[in-house]
């Protein structure tokens, strides 16, 4: 069975600094793009990054541009994302995912067919 897992995720001040990676189980991934989307507390899921499989191109929210960086590693079947500058409103359970290949979105949620369990990332003001 194909699986995400998240890992890094905790509590930071606000200003702080966290890394995510999320490693895949499976090759396959490695010519996915693969996505980071977030969810709080009675809020839908949103995007964050994405990020083509060659890493060529790679895509933010506004909320977290010249904030956060989303990076991949092919051959550890991993990618990861870089967190600085924390706010409290980042506050929420990242998930890393892979986005089916004909779909068209990188920023589209019900564009990914494989999501990983999550991890809590918490701001404190």
């Known amino acids: 069975q194909v699986q995400l897992v998240e890992s890094g995720g905790g509590l930071v001040q606000a200003g702080g600094s966290l890394s995510l990676s999320c490693t895949a189980s499976?090759?396959?991934?490695?010519?996915?793009?693969m996505g980071w989307f977030r969810q709080a507390p009675g809020k839908e899921r949103e995007f964050v990054a994405g990020?083509?499989?060659?890493?060529?191109?790679?895509y933010y929210a506004d909320s977290v541009k010249g904030r956060f960086t989303a990076s991949r590693d092919n051959a550890k079947n991993t990618v990861y994302l870089q967190m600085n500058s924390l706010k409290p409103e980042d506050t929420a359970v990242y998930y890393c995912?892979?986005?089916?290949?004909?779909?068209?979105?990188?920023?589209?949620?019900?564009?990914?067919?494989?999501w990983g369990q999550g991890t809590q990332v918490t701001v404190s003001s």
């Open positions: 995912a892979a986005k089916k290949p004909d779909a068209t979105g990188v920023s589209i949620v019900f564009n990914y067919d494989y």
């Open positions: 499976s090759r396959t991934f490695s010519r996915r793009t």
């Open positions: 990020m083509y499989w060659n890493g060529g191109s790679t």
